[in-house]
């Protein structure tokens, strides 16, 4: 394993422990798991030095729990830039729903999370898979520390982490598909957050699990301060000789990445619906700083858990069921639940870079994580003003 020791790695704390400041209230464990029934899995892939390099991963989520496939959550996907790909968004688009488990990983990986999970599927739900199957798999590139075209990535980790999918506490930082992250030019990696919302007698939750790498050095704000360009922690991601050339021939620059957002609730929603909390998705990751590069794929893919049930989509129809119904947030009462979603999108960010350790990987090439004594700091001069 070839991690290099780093400033944070006696620190295991999320972002609030550092004293950034955020709005609303979250969950019990601040994560996306709050959503009952839901469950999140990883595998976690980390070996070898040089060119083959192996640092990658596979995040797996389940919506309703094992026990839930293949019983459609509304749903919908938004694209805030479409340099990425998350597989599903057709059938999501035409029905509104999502049955099936989510994968996340590498950008080169997609079809063999996509081939794991319809493996899975087959054995954990046969009922489903005798149907058809369409599993959401986004991705984000991990080329800079992974080597990304040796296919180390295959169906059997994305059964490995479906089947360690579980409900309770989520891990951050380098794990699962976010382990060859980066983020603001500091290594990124999965983050995680929730809020809860009252609604008449009624509280529901919103959770929110991301995939971050995106963004530029000189991009990352926190309260207003250029925590980013302030940084004195060197940033090989964005200057070394490697990144120049790539940029040249690609004329990518810097702030190219991607991030996949999956926004989780139990509000009973509409389709339509869903695609609002997704939009806002957007609003969330701009709030550290970004402002979506042309080059980076960010995808907000966002369900509802309520209404078990009424979507069903049987094959071939049955002749008992001429009519469903649907119980749904009244659209005049929906902001409480955009306003959580861009809360817990932002909180996520900083959780994922919070969380993540320093990093050898490809080639020798370095991430640095951001300092928590870097943070505390600015945390401190906003607190000052």
Not at 184 to 202: E, L, M, Q
Not at 285 to 303: K, P, Q
Request: with cysteine; net charge negative; proline share 6%.
């Amino acid at each position: 394993m070839s991690v290099m020791p780093g400033p944070n790695d006696s620190l295991p704390v999320r972002a609030r422990s550092l004293g950034i400041r955020f709005d609303g209230r979250p969950g019990p464990l601040n994560a996306i798991t709050d959503v009952p029934g839901l469950a999140v899995g990883f595998r976690t892939l980390v070996s070898g030095e040089g060119a083959g390099a192996v640092r990658t991963g596979v995040t797996a989520v389940l919506p309703r729990g094992r026990e839930g496939i293949g019983s459609p959550c509304a749903a919908a996907v938004q694209s805030f830039n479409g340099n990425g790909e998350l597989t599903g968004r057709a059938w999501i688009d035409e029905s509104g729903s999502l049955s099936m488990p989510i994968g996340i990983t590498s950008s080169h990986s997609v079809g063999a999370v996509h081939t794991g999970i319809d493996r899975w599927v087959a054995d954990a739900a046969p009922h489903v898979a005798a149907q058809w199957m369409l599993p959401v798999v986004g991705e984000t590139w991990d080329g800079y520390l992974n080597d990304i075209n040796g296919r180390h990535v295959t169906p059997d980790d994305a059964v490995a982490a479906l089947d360690a999918a579980v409900h309770g506490p989520v891990a951050e930082g380098n794990v699962g598909g976010g382990t060859g992250m980066n983020c603001y030019g500091f290594k990124g990696g999965t983050g995680t957050a929730s809020r809860v919302i009252a609604h008449g007698d009624d509280e529901y939750t919103v959770g929110v699990l991301i995939q971050a790498n995106f963004g530029s050095r000189a991009e990352l704000r926190l309260g207003g301060a250029d925590i980013g360009a302030r940084s004195s922690t060197p940033n090989p991601i964005e200057e070394e000789d490697w990144f120049h050339r790539e940029r040249e021939r690609l004329g990518a620059p810097g702030g190219a990445g991607s991030a996949i957002v999956v926004i989780a609730t139990d509000a009973p929603m509409l389709p339509g619906q869903c695609a609002a909390l997704a939009r806002r998705g957007a609003l969330g990751l701009g709030r550290s700083g970004t402002v979506g590069g042309h080059f980076s794929g960010d995808i907000m893919l966002a369900f509802s858990t309520a209404n078990e049930g009424a979507l069903t989509s049987t094959f071939p129809a049955s002749a008992e069921a001429e009519y469903e119904t649907l119980r749904f947030i009244p659209w005049g009462r929906i902001d409480p639940f955009l306003t959580a979603v861009v809360e817990a999108v932002d909180e996520a960010v900083w959780n994922a870079l919070v969380a993540a350790r320093d990093m050898v990987g490809r080639d020798g090439h370095v991430s640095h994580a951001l300092p928590h004594a870097q943070i505390r700091a600015v945390v401190e001069q906003v607190a000052a003003r």
